[in-house]
């Protein structure tokens, strides 16, 4: 290391500790869409992106439901999913509208 570099002041002594002393890790993002069955006698928790869930659809094939998350145009009111069915009572439904 030359002098210059030893006697250089950093000026964020949080990033000389970050980039000198830390690991540096990547993060996962975990996206779920949950929805509980409307069938009464199951209330199954649903998450939508989940096959196991949904009688074994894949209905974000091609990322359709995580498309629309984040409309260029509309709004999450015009969220859908169609033809569900719960996996534990077979019960169809379709969604309509997204909360955040």
């Not at 000389?16 to 069955?37: G, K, R, T």
């Not at 990322?63 to 069915?85: A, T, W």
Request: hydrophobic share 35%.
């Amino acid at each position: 290391m030359t002098e210059q570099a030893k006697n250089k002041t950093v000026s964020n002594p949080v990033e000389a500790v970050v980039s000198s002393e830390l690991p540096v890790l990547s993060a996962s993002l975990s996206i779920a869409m949950y929805v509980d069955c409307p069938n009464d006698e199951c209330a199954n928790f649903i998450d939508l992106l989940e096959e196991r869930d949904t009688n074994g659809v894949a209905h974000n094939d091609d990322g359709y439901l995580l498309r629309q998350m984040f409309p260029n145009n509309g709004s999450h009111d015009d969220f859908k999913c169609e033809d569900v069915i719960c996996s534990e009572c077979k019960k169809p439904f379709n969604v309509k509208g997204l909360e955040w």
